[in-house]
């Protein structure tokens, strides 16, 4: 049985463990919150069952939940500079026992698993021999995480977002910028500095699994108003950056006409 109310609270608990008041603490948190109504209304928009959308809640309350000790450890979002921050989170979850806080039953461990294991990971790399059940919350919660990520680069401020002021001053790698435009697909172990990552960010268009997500994007205009954010220094990167915007909203406009 999976009561939401119960981990909902488990999460304030938890979370009580660690500074409120550090912006990049409480992104998180406003975060999960978002993606796990996300998860749960894009599993009602697919007529999914209950106990399906109460777990697509669940998974979405726990899958960053390795994120508030990355900040703690290593004062970074950054995987690569630090730790996975989903391995992490299995680790706090079920090596450590925190799971039993959050749900009772054990009947859905290997799907949260599973699903948290992989909603961070490169689209070719997902675990394969996944069953229909655990590829359908692996989806979900791969979509409801990037579709919250890309509203929050609207709002969140530079700095506890992309944890630099100097974005503007960057260039574009040409590798980065060859892989948004022939592969559809960025390696982040290819990424040189925090303009890629933002590429990278605007490359999650290409990865989404259905339209619920990306329609919110595309209505809110969610691309656009992070490109407007910046005022790059750079001419390369300006041009650059104008060429993916008409990538990203030819491709958006297609692709949901299209599933309409």
Do not use: C
Request: hydrophobic content about 35%; charged content about 35%; aromatic content about 10%.
């Amino acid at each position: 049985m999976i009561d939401i109310k119960v981990a909902k609270e488990a999460l304030k608990k938890y979370v009580k463990n660690y500074d409120i008041t550090n912006p990049q603490i409480a992104l998180k948190i406003s975060h999960i919150e978002r993606v796990s109504k996300i998860s749960k209304d894009m599993a009602i928009s697919l007529k999914l069952s209950e106990e399906d959308i109460q777990l697509a809640e669940l998974i979405g309350l726990l899958h960053d939940i390795g994120r508030f000790e990355q900040i703690k450890r290593y004062n970074t979002f950054v995987d690569r500079f630090s730790i996975n921050h989903a391995e992490l989170a299995i680790e706090i979850l079920f090596d450590n026992g925190l799971i039993r806080e959050f749900i009772k039953d054990e009947k859905y461990d290997k799907i949260i698993k599973l699903a948290i294991i992989n909603h961070n990971k490169d689209k070719n790399n997902i675990t394969e021999g996944l069953s229909e059940k655990e590829l359908l919350h692996v989806k979900l919660i791969r979509d409801s995480d990037k579709t919250d990520i890309i509203y929050l680069l609207t709002i969140e401020d530079k700095k506890t977002v992309w944890e630099t002021n100097n974005l503007e001053d960057e260039k574009i790698s040409e590798e980065i910028y060859r892989e948004f435009i022939e592969d559809k697909n960025i390696n982040y172990k290819k990424i040189k500095n925090h303009v890629d990552l933002l590429v990278a960010h605007f490359a999650y268009v290409f990865d989404f699994n259905y339209n619920y997500g990306l329609k919110i994007i595309y209505e809110n205009k969610y691309y656009n108003k992070i490109y407007n954010r910046f005022k790059f220094k750079e001419k390369s990167t300006k041009d650059k950056f104008e060429n993916i915007m008409n990538i990203i909203n030819k491709y958006m406009k297609e692709r949901i006409k299209e599933k309409i």
